[in-house]
């Protein structure tokens, strides 16, 4: 029987604005650089376009054309989800940087209680301390403590949201909260709130 404390979770590590956040790598089918995209008639704004990978055509996702974000990277990369079913459409994100895989073990994350209304809107999962830079000058995937907030994004919930197609300005509220909490503060996220419809 495996103890709690033995449960490693594999993260992928990407910064988008001044966050840092982790995804569950199952969730994720691979990472691209960013690249041109094909402009798609009558996409929502936060759809720049969409790219080809390996015949695939993926709808690119850009955070930033929903709320404000910190500093902007030149070289970005794309996230590419892994789809539903071989029929679903095709989904990327646009991040800052992506890190790599580190395996944090269950204690050291403060799970959210996913029972409350209310922290579940915010596509998180928790949050734990780390240390990027040790992360990033070891050889190998192994938790590095330190001081840096990590937070530990719900993709699953995250993917199945946007895919859905059918959800209105709260999908604009829960991003915000997840990736730039100050900006509800402002009251101008609701100005995006009908920009979402993919």
């Known amino acids: 029987m495996t103890m ?7 993260l992928l590590l990407f910064a988008l604005g001044d966050g840092l956040y982790g995804a569950q790598v199952s969730y994720i089918r691979e990472i691209v650089p960013d690249q041109p995209k094909n402009p798609l008639p009558g996409a929502p704004d936060f759809i720049p376009g969409i790219i080809n990978i390996r015949s695939d055509v993926v ?3 850009d955070i930033r054309r929903i709320i404000p974000l910190g500093r902007e990277q030149p070289k970005k ?16 994100m646009l991040v800052d940087e ?9 204690q050291v ?16 999962l928790g949050f ?30 995250l993917i199945r949201t946007i895919v859905s197609g059918d959800q209105d300005g709260s999908i604009v509220f829960r991003l915000t909260a997840l990736f730039n909490p100050q900006y509800l503060l402002s009251g101008e996220w609701k100005k995006n709130a009908g920009k979402i419809k993919v």
């Open 4 to 10: 709690e404390k033995d449960i490693i979770h594999r």
């Open 59 to 61: 709808k690119i996702i």
């Open 77 to 92: 990369k794309i996230i590419i989800f892994v789809p539903e079913d071989a029929h679903s459409t095709r989904f990327g």
């Open 98 to 106: 992506v890190y790599g895989i580190m395996e944090v073990p269950d």
């Open 109 to 124: 994350v403060s799970h959210l209680d996913r029972s409350d209304a209310k922290i579940q809107n915010n596509f998180m």
């Open 128 to 157: 734990m301390k780390v240390s990027l830079d040790t992360f990033l000058h070891q050889i190998g995937r192994s938790y590095a403590a330190g001081d840096d907030d990590l937070v530990w994004i719900d993709f699953e919930d």
